[in-house]
């Protein structure tokens, strides 16, 4: 036969006869005939189960038998010495394969010579019925530190699985995460197809709702991402994060580094003042400088200003920038007077809310693979304003999750999860500086307004690096408070004009799409396809995930939120 052997994995204890035989009747239906079905039952007191495995009749399907309750890493490693493929994919018991999946892979890994394969996956009810949809992006170390995204269907080349020696015990409920996170310290030719290959059944118990009921499975995704770290000489701690299955990556800072904080203004300044305040008075990081740039600015009070806060605190300085607004020559001047290691574009209108704040940043900025390091940024009225940067939306680029709730996790629970990202906001931007410098900064020739943090970004990725979202810094950003909006014909003509050129410049990527944006996911809004259709599988997934932590009028109550929400956006 053409086409790669793969091995299905399944490990099987006590499930209900109709979904084990759902299951296995899904890899009978694959289009792709060139597959092998191992099934390890983890010691099964359940009759029907046993009695449908007993009966099974097809020379494709191996089968072994274990005397006790082992566990699924157990169970799963017992099914794996019996597969003979050259790939190896894992079903859970009660879950299906769609029609095409094994199709899909095959041909994923013809044309990328792939050594692991996932895809997007649908969740269904136990009656079969699709409800939800979790559209992924393609690889991102640093989601995948922070909550695994990939899950299913995930399909591995059985020689490097060989190599790490499989699942590992001590791991039940995240067993997985911790082989891929193993698996892919080995390779990274990883493909993600864009497409729906796996369905995922909820029903009570399953694997779908392990971490609203089983926090055991969450301290156990917890020590696999801590194992990760040691195992890759990475210094820092792993804490649990704000919702089940989301874990927070803290990064030790080395060397302490100085700091260079760039703000452009142009007068308004009641506003400059409350954004140096709230830098002096809530920053624990000591080791930083700030550059004010002024730009023809002319009141009295910021002329007072400029005069007054150099004596306040030494670490404070003004340089001035004479000629007519551009963002980007303004930020490359100050950049090259800058005295840090890292520089931080940080707009004027922006207001710090945490001590930490820096150090956030900073954990990632000093990466040698990372590029660009964003903010979660927020309107006044606590609602998102940043969350990272999606190219297409709109024709050019645009917000994550824009005006989403503050406490609104977000899809999937991207609004609190690091992450990489095509880009970040230059609103508040950090980098090393000797990387801005190697780029020749932002494009002040043919982006002097907008769009040069965006095209800063991509052409980072050009050069190999990680742009980071995280959403543990978080401030407080009066938008276009000082330059104003877009709002005269000049300016939207200039706007376009940078559009145009954002576009021919980086044509590859927008003809390709944002590799961490689904392309089944909507470029005409910044809301990851959210609207009134999503409350009924929201208010499914709020009873499944966190009614463990939240009680029935929790639940009323944030599903009232968000039906607020949707109106306000529509």
Known sequence: MNGPFI????????????????????????????????????????????????????????????????????????????????????????DELTPHALQEVAQAIAEYAADLIYSDEEYI??????????????????????????????????????????????????????????????????????????????IPGSTADQFAH???????????????????????EVTLGKYPGIYRVRREIHNHPKISIIIPFRDLPAVLERCLDSILNRTAYPHFEIIGVSNQSREPATLKLIADY??????????????????????????????????????????????DWLQVLLEHSQRAEVGAVGAKLYYPNNTIQHAGVIIGIGGSAGHSHKCFDRNDPGYFNRLEAIQNVSAVTGA????????????????????????????????????GYLNVFTPYCELYHHESRSRGLENTPDKQARFQQEICYLRQRHAALFTRGDPYYSPHLPLDRETFGLRFRQLRPMAFALRNEWQAHHSLLGIMAELSRELLRLIHRV
Request: aromatic share 10%; proline share 3%.
């Open 214 to 236: 089983k926090h055991y499975a969450w301290e156990a995704g917890r020590k696999a991402v801590a194992e990760a770290l040691q195992r890759r000489s990475i210094a820092g």
């Open 428 to 463: 508040c931007l950090m980098v090393k500086k000797n990387l801005y410098q190697a780029l020749d900064g932002l494009d002040e020739r043919n982006l002097p307004v907008a769009l040069n943090d965006v095209d800063f970004c991509l052409r980072l990725r050009e050069q």
């Open 310 to 355: 150099p004596r306040r605190d030494t670490r404070l300085r003004f340089i001035y920038y004479d000629q007519s607004f551009n963002f980007a020559a303004i930020n490359n001047l100050a950049a090259r007077q800058a005295k840090g290691d890292h520089l931080l574009l940080l707009n004027n209108d922006t207001e710090v809310i945490h001590p």
């Open 7 to 94: 091995s299905l994995i399944i490990p099987v204890h006590n499930v209900e006869y109709r979904w084990l035989e759902a299951a296995i009747d899904s890899v009978r239906r694959q289009t792709y005939p060139n597959w092998q079905l191992c099934i390890a039952d983890d010691g099964s007191s359940r009759q029907e189960t046993l009695n449908y495995l007993r009966n099974l009749r097809d020379e494709r399907i191996q089968i072994v038998f274990l005397n006790t309750n082992r566990g699924i890493a157990t169970a799963s490693n017992a099914a794996l010495h019996l597969a003979q493929g050259e790939f190896v994919g894992f079903l859970d018991h009660d």
């Open 125 to 202: 009810k136990p009656n079969g019925r699709r409800y939800s949809a979790h559209f992924k992006p393609d690889y991102s170390p640093d989601l995948l530190l922070s909550i695994n995204y990939i899950c299913h269907l995930a399909v591995y080349r059985r020689s490097l699985l060989q190599k790490i020696r499989g699942l590992r015990e001590g791991y039940d409920g995240a067993q997985d995460h911790d082989l891929l996170l193993r698996f892919l310290e080995q390779t990274d030719r990883i493909v993600h197809i864009p497409k729906i290959l796996y369905r995922w059944r909820r």
